[in-house]
Each structure stands twice: as C-alpha cells, then as structure tokens.
C-alpha cells in the first residue's frame, strides 16, 4: 500500500500544475530497528529486531480533466527480520487514487478518495497471511511552496487465512505535513489514531484471555500467545528527507507508537528507520 512518504509525490498531480500524464518507477532499500517487534506489554514478552527491506513500486497518473486525475500504483514489499525469520515478509498491493481540485490553483485545496488491496505472505507464520482491503477518503492544501498539508479517514479490513486473531478492521483518522526548509532537504510530520483491533503477543494470562476477541497460539516468539483486543492506537512519525539529485534521496525517520486496549492493557514502541530512495528516469 502506499506508504504517507511516497503519498506526497502525488501532491504535484491534478492540483492545478499538471498538464499530463505522469508515470514513477520507484526502488527503495530501508534498514529499520523495531523495539517491539511481538507487539508486547510485559518486558519478558516484548522483543527487539532488525529489519532489512527492499520495495519495488509503479504508478501512473492520468489526466481526467483540468482539476482532476486517477492515479494506480502497484508495489512489492521484502522485508526480512534478523532475528525472527518467521515474520519475514512479501507483500504485494494495488492502489487507486481519484482527484479533483474544485478551484484551479496553486494553493487550492484538493478532495480525493482511494482503495487499496494487499497480499501478505509470512516466511514460516501462517497464521499471519492474509490480505488487507482499505478505503479512504481525505484533502491536503498547499500553504506556500515549501509547506503541504494532507488529513484523512480511511477504514481498513483484513482477513486472514485461517484464524480470527489476525482478522481485524480498523477505523483510522490522520494527518500528515512536509515542509521544504531547503531545496534538497524536506522535513515531514504524520500522526494517526485508529480505534478498533489491535493483536497483542503475551505469555498466557487469565487477564489477557477475558479481554481477548481471538486467542491463537504463536511460536514466533517461543511459548506464547496472540491475542486481539479492542484498542486505540496512536502512531507519531517524524522525518527528514536528502535529496542527493532527481533520482537518488535518503531518507531517516522515527516512529512511535502506543496502544491502549480493554482490560487496561497497552504497549508501546519505536521504529527507527534509514532508507536510500531511487526514482527511474
């Protein structure tokens, strides 16, 4: 699916300076350190790992008419875990974006509306795969040349293969902003809250199991169990983005997040992520 960074590519179609097509081809390398991994509350349970992760995307946006536009995009995601090979992962999605900017004009604000499919394979974790289907609904504004805003409500639903634990749906509400502070240097914000199922690991406890939706055992993380539970998850990403020329950026980031479920019980963690971006001419 399409990751909030990219997202801000299309801030330059059918928002009143485009004239036509526009296709992106797109390779990215990341190296990222996950604090909790196995999404845990109690420190015995929670795990560290790092992650090493290649992903391949196109799109391609059409001109529908002067202040409006439809963009498809399709990625592959490889994403393998140092430590915990069995949550090691393929991911394959499909996205569409429609467009339409009311008042022709460099700061005007833009309405649009997107639906997302993706496949998720597990390297030796069944009980993960599945596939993901979202819908969304959103605007974003230029302010100046430098500054962009985009907010949002997406609704996303995942069904798994063969269990309850890893079935789940989400209603999500977010906010992003980048700001340009130099020609080759963009810093950007995103903060989302999403109220609905949250999957916790956790050494089996009576505590967990009389607020738990879905129980499952899962040996990912050796004599423990996932359990879902209703909860409200709050992410905080921050960034900075280099852009070396008009095909090479790098980029760093850190993400936080904190998640508060029934029965009291909650976990946080945080991602930091380095990544080199390539664009093909």
Same mark, same amino acid.
């Given at each position: 699916?399409?990751?909030?960074?990219?997202?801000?590519?299309?801030?330059?179609?059918?928002?009143?300076?485009?004239?036509?097509?526009?296709?992106?081809?797109?390779?990215?390398?990341?190296?990222?350190?996950?604090?909790?991994?196995?999404?845990?509350? %109690? !420190?015995?349970?929670?795990?560290?790992?790092?992650? #090493?992760?290649?992903? @391949? /995307?196109?799109?391609? =946006?059409?001109?529908?008419?002067?202040?409006?536009?439809?963009?498809?995009?399709?990625?592959?995601?490889?994403?393998?875990?140092?430590?915990?090979?069995?949550?090691?992962?393929?991911?394959?999605?499909?996205?569409?974006?429609?467009?339409?900017?009311?008042?022709?004009?460099?700061?005007?604000?833009?309405?649009?509306?997107?639906?997302?499919?993706?496949?998720?394979?597990?390297?030796?974790?069944?009980?993960?795969?599945?596939?993901?289907?979202?819908?969304?609904?959103?605007?974003?504004?230029?302010?100046?040349?430098?500054?962009?805003?985009?907010?949002?409500?997406?609704?996303?639903?995942?069904?798994?293969?063969?269990?309850?634990?890893?079935?789940?749906?989400?209603?999500?509400?977010?906010?992003? %902003? !980048?700001?340009?502070?130099?020609?080759?240097?963009? #810093?950007?914000?995103? @903060? /989302?809250?999403?109220? =609905?199922?949250?999957?916790?690991?956790?050494?089996?406890?009576?505590?967990?199991?009389?607020?738990?939706?879905?129980?499952?055992?899962?040996?990912?993380?050796?004599?423990?169990?996932?359990?879902?539970?209703?909860?409200?998850?709050?992410?905080?990403?921050?960034?900075?983005?280099?852009?070396?020329?008009?095909?090479?950026?790098?980029?760093?980031?850190?993400?936080?997040?904190?998640?508060?479920?029934?029965?009291?019980?909650?976990?946080?963690?945080?991602?930091?992520?380095?990544?080199?971006?390539?664009?093909?001419?």
């Amino acid at each position: 699916m399409l990751c909030f960074r990219h997202y801000f590519f299309l801030a330059t179609l059918f928002t009143g300076t485009a004239t036509a097509d526009v296709s992106n081809v797109d390779a990215e390398l990341s190296l990222r350190h996950d604090s909790n991994v196995s999404r845990a509350e %109690a !420190d015995n349970d929670i795990k560290s790992d790092n992650i #090493l992760a290649l992903d @391949l /995307s196109a799109g391609r =946006g059409f001109i529908l008419s002067p202040n409006s536009g439809v963009l498809l995009h399709a990625g592959t995601e490889l994403a393998e875990f140092q430590h915990f090979d069995d949550i090691s992962h393929i991911d394959f999605s499909l996205d569409a974006l429609y467009r339409i900017q009311p008042a022709v004009a460099y700061t005007a604000p833009w309405l649009e509306a997107g639906i997302s499919a993706q496949r998720q394979n597990f390297m030796g974790s069944d009980i993960r795969d599945g596939n993901v289907l979202a819908l969304n609904v959103g605007m974003g504004k230029r302010f100046t040349d430098k500054l962009r805003m985009h907010g949002g409500v997406g609704w996303e639903r995942r069904y798994a293969d063969d269990n309850d634990v890893f079935d789940w749906q989400r209603l999500k509400i977010s906010i992003a %902003a !980048d700001f340009k502070s130099s020609p080759t240097i963009t #810093l950007y914000t995103h @903060l /989302s809250r999403a109220y =609905g199922d949250q999957v916790f690991t956790a050494t089996p406890a009576p505590a967990f199991l009389n607020a738990a939706k879905a129980v499952i055992n899962d040996p990912v993380f050796g004599a423990r169990r996932a359990y879902r539970l209703n909860a409200v998850a709050d992410v905080l990403e921050l960034g900075s983005s280099f852009s070396i020329n008009s095909s090479n950026t790098l980029d760093v980031g850190l993400r936080y997040f904190q998640i508060d479920a029934e029965g009291s019980h909650s976990y946080d963690g945080t991602e930091i992520r380095m990544s080199w971006l390539y664009r093909f001419q």
